[in-house]
């Protein structure tokens, strides 16, 4: 059994540093406030993920830009370009906002150079209004990052605005950002799965983002830019990817369960929209799905896409790329590399890598020629480039940790007399073959395992909240971190729209664990005290009840 946690509720797990992207929230009650954004929890925050609220360097930034523009009762949402800056407008104009949508003269778009560091393009709305932009930032992914927000303070005497026709600071990028690309290059062709390759990826394939929503988003623009029609979402995901479908360009189709029936459904609905003379733009899915961790037979959808003449965009971040290889099947692989390839939640980032294989790669290749812009900065770049150095060693460690407490997890499962009702991870789920299939063969420096995320589901809600409120772990979003966190995943995205997750074979019952790189031993011991209480509440809940 470890020490109890002294990290300071509502503040980053350690090693807490300036840029962390974590917070610690423990105790059920907490976040269920969190849940309702109860303004008296919101306001305890010292640290919270950047794109659900600004990080303080981007908000004293923005403090400094009000005070150039010298303007009262106004908001600013800085971003490092004017597409960013003008889709934001375009999403707090649209029709889609519906009541919420502001005038266009509303809002404006000023410009603001940092001498010799970066121009910015920022958006301008009454302060009462600016919770009806944000989630552009939120979903959407393309704000600056802390890092550019902190140089631009320190270099904030000159800040100044200016006009399009001034000339803008020259940006070049680092040496970091082309030994991230060459090292991602690498590891998509370290041990490949299946035939020979036509083509190797190279680093011109690979392409930064400064978030993993904004790989998303971007890509999707792209596409939409050209085709303009409905993609599909196949399995579940990430919660903002959703939105982005939803939000910009004509819509989606959800099959939410991944499934094999869901595939044959898919195939259905291609049929009728050819029929029609339509045809989708893409279809996404997560490798495996995030929170309940089933593989998707992706071998059969890529033989609809190449019937059916649709781009086939696969997230691989969860089984994470040292894992798997999806590159015989996929378009475009995208990766948040935020999450275990940094390993130490102090940067945000991605990657979307073009298949040079793809019989639709020239196609793609002269799409990202056309509207690609690196809105990566060069700060971050440095600190993903260290932070990365031992993504393969730290991979080991996370995948073995995950394991272990699976098939200890799972055992439990197995006992009419534990609370532990159910465990998600792709070793116990009927999709297991389609991971395997995609699981890259062992070498001499590496085994490949199932990555570090995994969800548990108890008997009743009251067994859940004892086990989460006992369990000696840190508390609250992300993975991939140096040390395990916890969430009640469902209850905390989706606790308003239970009967609708239930279609999708989730509860509020279900917490998603993300190990970190702590002992092994320890982390079972945490997790035996935790099921201890939660056996002892199903229990007494038997007993009121009878």
């Keep these: 059994m470890a020490a109890p946690l002294q990290t300071e509720w509502w503040g980053p797990i350690p090693p807490a540093p300036r840029h962390a992207i974590t917070f ?64 934001c407008v375009k999403f707090a104009t649209s029709p889609s906002r519906k009541a919420e949508a502001l005038s266009p003269d509303q809002l404006s778009i000023r410009i603001f150079d940092v001498a010799n560091l970066v121009r910015l393009y920022v958006v301008f709305l009454p302060t009462q209004k600016n919770m009806v932009a944000w989630p552009f930032w939120m979903n959407a992914g393309v704000g600056i990052s802390s890092r550019l927000a902190e140089d631009c303070v320190k270099q904030s005497e000159g800040l100044r605005e200016v006009t399009e026709r001034e000339p803008a600071p020259t940006l070049v990028e680092c040496e970091a950002q082309g030994v991230l690309r060459e090292r991602i290059a690498g590891l998509m062709e370290r041990a490949p799965v299946g035939p020979p390759r036509k083509a190797k990826v190279t680093p011109d394939d690979v392409y930064l983002y400064q978030t993993g929503m904004a790989s998303i988003y971007s890509v999707h623009q792209y596409l939409l830019s050209v085709y303009n029609a409905k993609s599909v979402l196949f399995g579940f995901a990430f919660h903002s990817t959703p939105h982005v479908l939803e939000d910009f360009g004509p819509g989606f189709k959800f099959l939410g369960n991944g499934t094999p029936e869901e595939i044959d459904e898919l195939e259905q609905y291609l049929k009728e929209e ?144 534990s609370s532990v009702a159910k465990v998600f991870y792709p070793t116990t789920l009927p999709s297991l073959p389609c991971y395997k299939e995609r699981m890259r063969p062992a070498t001499e420096d590496f085994t490949p395992g199932y990555g570090c995320l995994f969800s548990v589901e108890l008997d009743t809600l009251e067994a859940t909240v004892a086990f989460y409120d006992n369990l000696n772990l840190h508390k609250g979003p992300h993975l991939g971190a140096p040390l395990t966190l916890v969430i009640p995943y469902v209850m905390a995205l989706y606790g308003k729209e239970l009967d609708k997750m239930a279609d999708y074979g989730m509860n509020e019952r279900q917490l998603r664990v993300a190990v970190g790189l702590e002992n092994t031993d320890i982390l079972i011991e945490e997790f035996r005290i935790a099921i201890k209480a939660a056996d002892e509440a199903k229990k007494n809940t038997f007993v009121s009840l009878s």
């Design 274 to 417: 050819a029929k029609e003379g339509r045809k989708i733009q893409a279809v996404w899915l997560e490798f495996p799905s995030n929170p309940n961790l089933s593989t998707p037979d992706i071998g059969r959808l890529r033989k609809l896409a190449d019937g059916y003449g649709f781009f086939l965009l696969i997230d691989d971040t969860l089984g994470s790329f040292c894992n798997i290889d999806v590159l015989e099947v996929a378009d475009i692989v995208l990766t948040s590399l935020t999450k275990s390839f940094s390993g130490y939640a102090d940067v945000m980032a991605a990657s979307a890598v073009l298949n040079p294989s793809s019989a639709r790669y020239p196609e793609l290749k002269a799409l990202f020629k056309k509207f690609y812009t690196n809105q990566f900065y060069n700060g971050d770049a440095e600190a993903l480039e260290k932070n990365s150095r031992d993504y393969m060693s730290r991979s080991a460690t996370l995948n073995n940790n995950a394991l272990r407490l699976v098939e200890f997890l799972q055992t439990l499962a197995e006992d009419p007399k």
């Design 24 to 87: 610690h929230m423990p105790l059920w009650s907490n976040m269920l406030r969190f849940r309702d954004k109860d303004p008296e929890i919101l306001m305890k925050f010292t640290s919270m993920y950047p794109r659900m609220m600004p990080h303080k360097d981007v908000k004293e930034l923005m403090a400094k830009i009000l005070s150039v523009a010298k303007t009262d009762g106004q908001a600013c949402i800085p971003f490092s370009t004017a597409v960013s800056a003008s889709e």
